[in-house]
């Protein structure tokens, strides 16, 4: 955790990359993130339904 943040603070000082557009990134993927779990929730549901339906 330490490390990742030391390299986040690095690219921020070093590089200069902005840290607005740096959140906008986590967003993005957090965002991602959370449409992907709700697809594989979605797909279990789906498949648990399937299952009790034809039992």
Wanted: glycine share 6%; with cysteine.
């Amino acid at each position: 955790m330490v490390a990742c943040f030391l390299f986040l603070l690095m690219a921020v000082k070093v590089y200069k990359v902005p840290v607005d557009e740096m959140a906008g990134n986590l967003f993005a993927l957090v965002l991602g993130l959370v449409m992907i779990i709700a697809a594989a929730a979605l797909l279990g549901r789906l498949i648990v339904a399937l299952r009790q339906r034809f039992k």
